[in-house]
């Protein structure tokens, strides 16, 4: 027997299951594809002065590593420097591209933990090359006082100087070794370029610009290379450049000769007055002792007169002084440039001007 379904039931049912059926049959729209990103070119230009800085410390810490690992054995420094080499480069190449993340896990939390970390690239490098010299370390070198002795430094500093000698590790290619330090450790961007860009074409223009480019000093006889950054501080400090004299004399100097030149021939060299031991204490450049002479004549014949006539009051030597200078020998008096000359040019005027000595007073 067969039982009637409720028609609104069925309809109902019809219904739901229809759209149940359209919704599940609805076609899903294919995920938009993703665009791959354009290749971008980096700059990673670096602070030249910082990469040589870096460079300067590789053979103190390659020297430390073989000092502390043949001390007290019958092999020799140089020995193990070739391989110590490459693992020392391997050790920071790796140490370096890993610092920054494991800087930042272990100071999670702090609010800024660039700020619990030093950002000088030279302090970081110089953490990572105590580390490998740590690492090899022999017996001998754990468990004695070397590691704090004079004598290890003075090891480490004579081993340096023979590879310095013998060229065992060249300047470009431990500036070629800190550059890659340098960006991997700069975690500021404080001392390499981070520009990145869409084109090889803006790259290079990018480029021309960068303060991280690299120049020469255009001063002859200069040698050194800098970023452009630092163009400004080495121009004022560059030994080989030409500056005016700081003495304000006409002369221009290079900067490495100005010290002697305004100690020793400098016209603008200051030097006390020739009749500083007998009273005048003015100090006056070289080039202006004739123009002095000439304006405080007065003062000088007052300081002379005083040690010829020790007898008279000062009233008495200041009427002579006066006396002097109004005479026609007055140009004469002028020419004499010390103690001496003067001392004779004022007997000899006295003696013509029969000047009295009790009055101060030219005789008739």
């Not at 490098?125 to 468990?143: C, G, I, M, T, Y």
């Not at 163009?231 to 080989?240: F, I, Q, R, T």
């Not at 002697?260 to 009749?275: A, Q, S």
Request: glycine residues 4%.
């Amino acid at each position: 027997m067969m039982v009637n379904e409720d028609p609104e039931h069925v309809e109902d049912g019809q219904r739901v299951g229809h759209e149940s059926s359209s919704t599940m049959d609805l076609p899903v729209p294919d995920p938009t594809p993703v665009k791959e990103a354009a290749p971008l070119f980096c700059c990673n230009q670096c602070d030249k002065e910082m990469v040589h800085k870096l460079a300067q410390l590789l053979y103190p810490g390659l020297a430390a590593a073989c000092i502390d690992n043949t001390t007290g054995l019958f092999r020799s420094p140089a020995s193990v420097a070739v391989p110590f080499r490459k693992e020392m480069v391997d050790y920071l190449t790796q140490r370096s591209e890993t610092y920054v993340a494991e800087t930042m896990a272990q100071n999670d939390g702090i609010a800024d933990p660039a700020e619990e970390t030093s950002d000088d690239p030279a302090d970081i490098v110089s953490d990572l090359l105590d580390e490998f010299a740590r690492s090899k370390r022999n017996f001998f070198s754990r468990v004695s006082a070397w590691i704090l002795s004079d004598s290890r430094e003075d090891k480490i500093d004579d081993f340096v100087q023979e590879m310095e000698t013998n060229a065992f590790w060249p300047i470009e290619r431990r500036e070629t070794v800190a550059e890659t330090l340098l960006r991997n450790v700069d975690f500021k961007n404080g001392f390499h370029c981070d520009m990145k860009l869409d084109s090889e074409r803006l790259l290079e223009e990018h480029r021309d610009s960068c303060g991280y480019r690299m120049m020469e000093c255009e001063n002859s006889g200069c040698m050194v290379k800098f970023s452009a950054a630092q163009a400004e501080k080495h121009d004022g400090e560059c030994p080989y450049k030409i500056i005016p004299c700081e003495q304000k004399c006409p002369a221009s100097i290079l900067r490495t000769e100005m010290d002697r030149h305004c100690i020793t021939v400098c016209p603008m060299k200051l030097t006390n007055c020739p009749f500083y031991q007998i009273g005048c204490q003015t100090t006056i450049p070289k080039c202006t002792l004739e123009k002095h002479c000439a304006e405080v004549l007065q003062t000088h014949l007052v300081c002379v007169l005083q040690v010829i006539h020790k007898e008279l009051s000062e009233d008495e030597i200041e009427q002579r002084a006066k006396l002097l200078e109004k005479s026609e020998c007055k140009s004469k008096l002028c020419e004499a440039l010390d103690v001496r000359s003067l001392t004779n040019a004022v007997k000899e005027q006295e003696s013509k001007l029969k000047l009295d000595q009790g009055l101060g007073t030219v005789l008739e």
